[in-house]
Structures are given as C-alpha cells and as structure tokens.
C-alpha cells in the first residue's frame, strides 16, 4: 500500500438525507492507490448511500468528492465509471443467459471491422479471448467462456464481476457485500481477486458484515455508526473484538 502524497478519492464532509433522515452526515474518508478501505457499520449506518454517492448514483445534498485531486460532480454512474470509478453492488449484475466473454464486456461490447460492425455484428470469439485473459490475469480460474453465467457456481460468478470490474477499472472499485451468500471456498476465491486488485494499484472500498474478511483484505477500516464517521484507523489497529464493539458503539471510536 501507499498511502502517502494525493488520495487517488477523496470524500470530504459528505452528507446526505432522505426527507427527515440523515443517512450522511459530513462523512470524509481517503482512498490511496494500491490500498483496500473497509467500510463497516451496522444497517442503517450509512455504507450503501455512501456508496451510491461515490458511484455518482445519488448526489450529496452538501460535500465535496475528489478523484485525483480534481473535484468531480458526478452526474450519473455512467461518468464516474467513465473517469475510472467501478462499482459491483450485491447483484453481481451479471446477465445469466449470456455467456462470461459477454458478461465481461456488457455494456462496452465491441464490433466486427467493416461492414459487419457497421450492421452491428459482434466480435464474439475476440471478445471471449480477451475476456479469458482478463480474468487469468487477475488470478480468476473460470471455464471455458461459451459456458454461460448461470452454469456457474456462486463463487464463480461473484469472481467474474469483480474481475469485469478489475479489468476495466481505472482506478478505484466500489464492492457492496461481494462475499454476501457465499460459502467459505467461494469466499476465498472472491477475496483473492480483491487482492489482485490491491497488488495492481487500484483502489478497492470494501464493504461487509463479515468482520474476519474485512480483517483480512484491508489495509485501513472507516466504521461508521448512524451516518458518521466514528472511526478511521488502519486494520492492524483492530481485531475481531475491538472492531465489533466500535461498529455497537461498545467501544468509544475516537
């Protein structure tokens, strides 16, 4: 990690409300390259919105948000994912029926040269090839790619999303419960990728309820408790214990 000179994101007294409930309130974290952020809170703490605000979902009623030092404003997730922002939330967003070279490029598919292309004919088998390769490089061990998605395992198919949004990520990933139903096997292959990810100088927000994964990936952890930051400290500082009573408010976050 280097978590020295210019954030690669910045959030900066962020906060956000729903009629008469504050989700957010003058929330501001760091995001350096090459680092992996947990986000933890118990429901209702905030981290969704927060994340919708970071993906250019939603937008702050008041605060500031900084991508290489340069305030942005986003006007909808397409611009954020545009300027290198990728967000993966539960869903995974995959399309089960296509298959995974069409599920890593949905959205971004490219065409036949000439005539072909010009008629919207698809360059399926490249697309495929480079979407393997993708995948290998990130250290995601899928099928052959004319496999569809839902001949997949749930491990399998939560890998290829992060590694869609590993590929294509310029700079941070945004990852909403990606370990969320996911039996131990699975989750280790899903927290390899985040690592991947990490070790290719992205910037990785990681948000979960299960504490041990958190604990493992991270390389800082920002606990927020009914839409504040209560706590922004680096992971050795935490363990099981200490980090759970910090998200109860057992233990005083300061």
Known sequence: MTAQGQPLYEARQIS???GSVAALIDVSFALYPGEVVGLVGDNGAGKSTLVKVLSGVHAPDSGELFLDGVRRHWKSPHEAIQAGVETLYQDAGLAPHLTIGSNVFLGREKLRPGLLGRLGFLAQQEMEREALADLERVGIAVPPSNRTVSELSGGQRQAVAIGRAV?????????DEPTNHLGARQSVEVLSVIKAARDKGLGVVF????LPHVLEVTNRIVVLRLGRVVRDAPTAEFDAESLLGTITGLIDGA
């Open 16 to 18: 956000k409300s729903y």
């Open 207 to 210: 948000i979960s309820h299960t």
């Open 167 to 175: 590929s294509w990520a310029r700079k941070v990933i945004l990852l």
